[in-house]
């Protein structure tokens, strides 16, 4: 009987539990995740990564040329990945080096032209504490929308009201120039570039290959993607890390196939050329990189694999 009446109330207490669990389980779905930051130390640089959202691109064998369709989709699926709908990520550096603070590219800047996933960089920054106006620079890979449109708000305000822009000497030239509003690839996105360099006119600095844009930042020509693209060498101490830019577009396509083009390259072939050297560069010195399209943090290195690479992911606790 003793053990009987323990049964009861153990049941009747466990009943009472699920119910107090019931009542208080959350109503709605849970979030869906939206990485918003990682930080990782680099010899005596403190390097924070920030996301500036999704961007999606759709069918992948509509922007991606130089392998079969049906290779590009096997090999995505062969990662687990959606072979129908490719999005990518965008990952914003930001660093502390003695006194400067300084941002590599800046994210769409929220334009509607994106959708609603991307144009989170300045959230992200809020959520941190850190104000646009105390970036001291902002160094540009390139000038694509999804690169410079972050240099201003939507209603035009500045982001970054201080910074020194520093921006290659072809790009600059190149996304500046009206006459190329005709590109066949850029047209529609040249004015809107145009205008959020002019805002920033008496704030540019312009560099060349090879210069050291700020203490211990080296700019490597990685041209093709657009005329004047740039991989950017961090170097402290005996570390160094590449700022890649848009040398890669996705972590398995680009790496697997290296010589594969994306639809939006001023230069397909000259691209090609460019990742093909840098990739060997990574590989030999067993560099890491960061990737602005590859999943966030979008840190990692390069190993052989077959005829091209795999790119390894790096922990989140490593140090470079």
């Not at 312009?206 to 203490?215: K, N, Q, S």
Request: with cysteine.
């Amino acid at each position: 009987m003793l053990k009987g009446l323990a049964t009861i109330a153990a049941a009747a207490t466990a009943t009472g539990a699920t119910t107090a669990r019931a009542q208080t389980a959350p109503s709605a779905t849970l979030p869906a995740g939206n990485p918003g930051w990682h930080g990782f130390r680099m010899g005596d640089i403190d390097a924070l990564v920030l996301s500036d959202g999704p961007l999606a691109q759709g069918d992948p064998t509509k922007v991606l040329q130089g392998q079969p369709e049906d290779v590009i989709r096997e090999t995505l699926r062969n990662n687990h990945l959606d072979d129908q709908n490719m999005t990518l990520d965008q990952n914003v550096l930001l660093i502390r080096s003695g006194d400067r603070l300084a941002l590599f590219d800046t994210g769409t800047g929220g334009a509607p032209a994106f959708g609603d996933d991307p144009g989170k960089l300045m959230s992200n920054l809020a959520q941190l504490g850190i104000d646009g106006a105390s970036v001291t620079d902002v160094v540009l890979t390139h000038a694509h929308p999804d690169h410079v449109w972050g240099l201003s708000s939507e209603d035009g305000t500045a982001n970054f009201p201080n910074a020194q822009v520093h921006l290659h000497e072809a790009e600059h030239g190149f996304f500046t120039d009206p006459q190329n509003d005709s590109h066949p690839l850029l047209g529609p996105f040249m004015p809107t570039c145009r205008t959020e360099l002019e805002a920033v006119a008496d704030r540019i600095t312009i560099f060349r290959d090879g210069d050291e844009v700020l203490p211990g930042v080296h700019a490597i020509a990685a041209f093709g993607h657009t005329p004047g693209h740039s991989c950017f060498r961090l170097t402290s101490g005996d570390k160094s890390l590449l700022l890649a830019g848009d040398l890669a577009h996705h972590h398995v396509l680009f790496t697997r196939y290296p010589g594969i083009k994306f639809g939006f390259d001023t230069d397909p072939d000259q691209m090609v050329q460019s990742r093909t050297k840098l990739f060997e560069m990574l590989e030999a010195e067993r560099m890491a990189f960061l990737a602005y399209h590859f999943p966030f943090p979008g840190v990692g290195h390069l190993d052989r694999f077959g005829d091209g690479y795999q790119w390894v992911a790096a922990g989140l606790d490593n140090t470079f």
